[in-house]
């Protein structure tokens, strides 16, 4: 069983900065061999993929929307995943999720619909 729970999230002005974190937790097992996601949904809108990230941390993905100011990374030896997320805009303003899944491929890395296992979620509020 995995249990992910995101922090980090917060109120900030265009143009801020916030650092989400997502430690998974296992019984008897790490989250070292998943590929990560970030993934975010605005009210009224559907869940869309921000970034993902490949098990060693090698390889990233990127929503088009995001390149350039929002950077994924991990730290397998905390099992922790985290997104620095720079330059904000009010767009950006939604709740976040981060996920795991089995498959490490990166095909379809920013597709919700083949990860495995989601945290609650932490609220981005970005004002102009």
Same mark, same amino acid.
Request: charged share 15%; hydrophobic share 30%; net charge positive.
């Given at each position: ?40 949904? !605005? ?6 993929? %921000?970034? /993902? ?5 090698? *390889?990233? +993905? #990127? ?31 939604? !709740? ?6 089995? %498959?490490? /491929? ?5 597709? *919700?619909? +083949? #990860? ?13």
């Amino acid at each position: 069983q995995v249990r992910l729970v995101e922090s980090g999230g917060g109120s900030v002005q265009a143009g801020g900065s916030l650092r989400l974190s997502c430690p998974c937790v296992t019984s008897g097992a790490t989250c070292t061999s998943y590929r990560m996601g970030w993934f975010r949904q !605005a009210p009224g809108k559907e869940r869309e993929g %921000v970034a /993902s990230i490949s098990p060693s941390g090698a *390889s990233t +993905v #990127y929503a088009d929307s995001v390149k350039g100011r929002f950077t994924v990374s991990r730290d397998n030896a905390k099992n922790t995943v985290y997104l620095q997320m720079n330059s904000l805009k009010p767009e950006d303003t939604a !709740a976040y999720f981060c996920a795991t899944r089995s %498959v490490v /491929s990166p095909i379809g890395a920013l597709n *919700s619909g +083949v #990860y495995n296992n989601w945290g609650q979620g932490t609220q981005v509020t970005v004002s102009s």
